[in-house]
C-alpha cells in the first residue's frame, strides 16, 4: 500500500492512524484523517520534518561512494529543516516566488500554451495521437521557474532527468543496481548546481549574500528544481487526464458555469502529485489515541486527507466549488507549507483554461502509468486521439 496509495480504493475501510512496515521491515505510521494530519503539520516541535529527504531504501556502501565522488551533500535547507535557518532561507525563496512575480508570468505562460494547443489540435485533426505529458505538461513548469529564478544553463532534458532520478532515488523502493544508477545521474547533477551555486546570479546570489554558506545554495537550487517543477508538470498531466473522464465539467467551463479555480482546487483534492509527506516525532506522544514512541516515522497521506468525509460532501465526486473542496492539504500546511502554491495554481489555471477544449470529442489511447513511489506519483503519458466517426467519445 505505501508505495502506490493512490490505488488503493477510498472506499475500503482504513484505520485513522495505522502502523504499516515498508519494504525493507522500517514501520510508518500512516495517518489518514483530515484533522489528524493538520495536527501534525501544525506542531513543527512535536512533529519535526526533518525525514523528509531521507532515502526510503536505505543507500548502499556503493551509491553513497558514488554520491561521495560527486561531492553530494543535501543539508536541510528548506522541506526537510527544522533549524533556526529555515524562516530566513524560506523567506528569500518566497519573495522569488511573490504573487507579484507569478502574476507577471501569466501573459507569457497563456501565449505559449495557446500555440502548444494550436498545434495539437492540428494533430488531433488530422488524426493523430497526442501525448498531453511529453507535448504540453512535461516542461511548462520548468520554463516558468527559470524565467522566476536563474538557473543553471542546462537544457530543459537533463534537469527533467536529473528531477525524475532524484524524486526516484529517494521515495522509491529500489534494488542495489538502480540505486547506483540513479545515484550516479543525481550525483552528476549536483556537481552542476554546486558550480552555478558559487557563481550564478539571482536567488542564488541573494542566498550568498545573506550568508548562507555554497552546500545551503545548493540545497535550496537543488529542492526547487525538483519540487517547483516535477510536482506541478505531475499535476497538469493528473489533471487533464481526471478533466477527459469528466465530460460535465468541461461543459461548464465552456459555459462559464464552473469556474477555471474551482477545477483546479477539485483537483488538488482528488489528484495531487504529492500523496504522501513525512514527519518524525520528537518525544513520545498520543495521535489519534495512538501511542506514538520518539522517532517514529509519519507517512501523513496528504491524497486521502482530502477525501475525509468530515471535511468534504462527496468526498470522491469531482464537483469544482463544493462544500470543503479547498480544504485539501495537497501543500502540507503550518510552517513549511508549499511556498510555490500560488505558481503552481497559476500555472494549472493557465492550462486548464487554454487545454481543456482539447479533450472535447477524444478517446484516451494511453492513460498516465505511475511507478511505486512512496510520495510522487510521476505519471509517464497521456496520450489521447481524435475518437473515430461519431467524436462523440469524451464529449
Ligand atoms: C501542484 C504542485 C505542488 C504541490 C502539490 C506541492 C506540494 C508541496 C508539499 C506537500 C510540501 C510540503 C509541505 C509541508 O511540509 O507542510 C511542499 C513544500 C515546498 N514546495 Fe511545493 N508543491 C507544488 C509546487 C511547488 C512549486 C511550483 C514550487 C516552487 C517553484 C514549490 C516549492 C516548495 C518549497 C520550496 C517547499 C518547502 C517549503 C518549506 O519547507 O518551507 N512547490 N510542496
Same mark, same amino acid.
Given at each position: 500500500?505505501?508505495?502506490?496509495?493512490?490505488?488503493? #480504493?477510498?472506499?475500503?475501510?482504513?484505520?485513522?492512524?495505522?502502523?504499516?512496515?515498508?519494504?525493507?521491515?522500517?514501520?510508518?505510521?500512516?495517518?489518514?484523517?483530515?484533522?489528524?494530519?493538520?495536527?501534525?503539520?501544525?506542531? &513543527?516541535?512535536?512533529?519535526?520534518?526533518?525525514?523528509?529527504?531521507?532515502?526510503?531504501?536505505?543507500?548502499?556502501?556503493? #551509491?553513497?561512494?558514488?554520491?561521495?565522488?560527486?561531492?553530494?551533500?543535501?543539508?536541510? *535547507?528548506?522541506?526537510?529543516?527544522?533549524?533556526?535557518?529555515?524562516?530566513?532561507?524560506?523567506?528569500?525563496?518566497?519573495?522569488?516566488?511573490? &504573487?507579484?512575480?507569478?502574476?507577471? !508570468?501569466?501573459?507569457?505562460? *497563456?501565449?505559449?500554451?495557446?500555440?502548444?494547443?494550436?498545434?495539437?489540435?492540428?494533430?488531433?485533426?488530422?488524426?493523430?495521437?497526442?501525448?498531453?505529458?511529453?507535448? @504540453?505538461?512535461? $516542461?511548462?513548469?520548468?520554463?516558468?521557474?527559470?524565467?522566476?529564478?536563474?538557473?543553471?544553463?542546462?537544457?530543459?532534458?537533463?534537469?527533467?532527468?536529473?528531477?525524475? #532520478?532524484?524524486?526516484?532515488?529517494?521515495?522509491?523502493?529500489?534494488?542495489?543496481?538502480? !540505486?547506483?544508477?540513479?545515484?550516479? %545521474?543525481?550525483?552528476?547533477?549536483?556537481?552542476?548546481?554546486? $558550480?552555478?551555486?558559487?557563481?550564478?546570479?539571482?536567488?542564488?546570489?541573494?542566498?550568498?549574500?545573506?550568508?548562507?554558506?555554497?552546500?545551503?545554495?545548493?540545497?535550496? @537550487?537543488?529542492?526547487?528544481?525538483?519540487?517547483?517543477?516535477? *510536482?506541478?508538470?505531475?499535476?497538469?498531466?493528473?489533471?487533464?487526464?481526471?478533466?477527459?473522464?469528466?465530460?460535465?465539467?468541461?461543459?461548464?467551463?465552456?459555459?462559464? %458555469?464552473?469556474?477555471?479555480?474551482?477545477?483546479?482546487? %477539485?483537483?488538488?483534492?482528488?489528484? =495531487? =502529485?504529492?500523496?504522501?509527506?513525512?514527519?518524525?516525532?520528537?518525544?513520545?506522544?498520543? @495521535?489519534?489515541?495512538?501511542?506514538?514512541?520518539?522517532?517514529? /516515522?509519519?507517512?501523513?497521506? @496528504?491524497?486521502?486527507? +482530502?477525501?475525509?468525509?468530515?471535511?468534504?460532501?462527496?468526498? $470522491?465526486?469531482?464537483? =469544482?466549488?463544493?462544500?470543503?473542496?479547498?480544504?485539501?492539504?495537497?501543500? +502540507?500546511?503550518?510552517?513549511?507549507?508549499?511556498?510555490?502554491?500560488?505558481?503552481?495554481?497559476?500555472?494549472? #489555471?493557465?492550462?486548464?483554461?487554454?487545454?481543456?477544449?482539447?479533450?472535447?470529442?477524444?478517446?484516451?489511447?494511453?492513460? =498516465?502509468?505511475?511507478?511505486?513511489?512512496?510520495?510522487?506519483?510521476?505519471?509517464?503519458?497521456?496520450?489521447?486521439?481524435?475518437?473515430?466517426?461519431? +467524436?462523440? *467519445?469524451? /464529449?
Amino acid at each position: 500500500m505505501l508505495f502506490r496509495s493512490w490505488a488503493s #480504493a477510498v472506499e475500503s475501510p482504513w484505520p485513522d492512524v495505522a502502523s504499516v512496515a515498508d519494504h525493507v521491515g522500517v514501520p510508518h505510521l500512516v495517518v489518514t484523517r483530515h484533522a489528524l494530519v493538520r495536527e501534525v503539520l501544525a506542531d &513543527p516541535v512535536t512533529y519535526r520534518p526533518d525525514n523528509a529527504l531521507d532515502a526510503v531504501t536505505p543507500m548502499p556502501v556503493t #551509491a553513497l561512494r558514488v554520491l561521495a565522488g560527486h561531492r553530494f551533500r543535501l543539508p536541510p *535547507t528548506l522541506a526537510n529543516n527544522s533549524g533556526a535557518s529555515h524562516p530566513q532561507i524560506r523567506a528569500i525563496v518566497a519573495d522569488a516566488l511573490h &504573487p507579484t512575480r507569478v502574476a507577471a !508570468q501569466r501573459p507569457w505562460l *497563456t501565449a505559449l500554451v495557446r500555440d502548444r494547443v494550436a498545434r495539437l489540435t492540428a494533430t488531433l485533426d488530422a488524426g493523430e495521437p497526442v501525448d498531453l505529458y511529453a507535448d @504540453l505538461a512535461a $516542461d511548462l513548469p520548468l520554463l516558468v521557474l527559470a524565467r522566476l529564478v536563474e538557473l543553471p544553463d542546462a537544457p530543459v532534458g537533463a534537469v527533467k532527468e536529473f528531477a525524475r #532520478a532524484a524524486l526516484e532515488l529517494f521515495w522509491a523502493p529500489l534494488d542495489a543496481d538502480r !540505486q547506483l544508477a540513479l545515484a550516479a %545521474e543525481v550525483g552528476r547533477f549536483h556537481g552542476v548546481l554546486r $558550480d552555478f551555486a558559487a557563481t550564478g546570479g539571482g536567488l542564488a546570489a541573494e542566498l550568498r549574500a545573506a550568508g548562507h554558506p555554497p552546500d545551503v545554495v545548493v540545497g535550496a @537550487l537543488f529542492f526547487l528544481l525538483v519540487a517547483g517543477q516535477e *510536482t506541478t508538470s505531475q499535476f497538469l498531466t493528473l489533471l487533464l487526464h481526471r478533466l477527459a473522464g469528466e465530460p460535465a465539467v468541461r461543459a461548464g467551463l465552456r459555459t462559464g %458555469e464552473v469556474a477555471v479555480a474551482d477545477v483546479v482546487e %477539485e483537483g488538488l483534492r482528488l489528484e =495531487p =502529485p504529492i500523496v504522501t509527506w513525512r514527519r518524525v516525532a520528537t518525544a513520545d506522544g498520543l @495521535l489519534g489515541g495512538q501511542p506514538v514512541p520518539a522517532g517514529t /516515522s509519519l507517512v501523513l497521506w @496528504l491524497a486521502r486527507a +482530502g477525501r475525509d468525509p468530515a471535511v468534504v460532501e462527496s468526498p $470522491d465526486e469531482f464537483r =469544482p466549488g463544493q462544500r470543503g473542496s479547498r480544504r485539501h492539504l495537497a501543500f +502540507g500546511a503550518g510552517a513549511h507549507r508549499c511556498v510555490g502554491d500560488v505558481l503552481a495554481r497559476m500555472e494549472a #489555471a493557465v492550462v486548464v483554461a487554454e487545454a481543456a477544449p482539447l479533450l472535447d470529442g477524444v478517446t484516451v489511447v494511453r492513460p =498516465p502509468w505511475c511507478p511505486d513511489n512512496l510520495t510522487f506519483r510521476m505519471p509517464d503519458a497521456f496520450v489521447i486521439r481524435r475518437a473515430p466517426e461519431t +467524436g462523440l *467519445t469524451g /464529449s
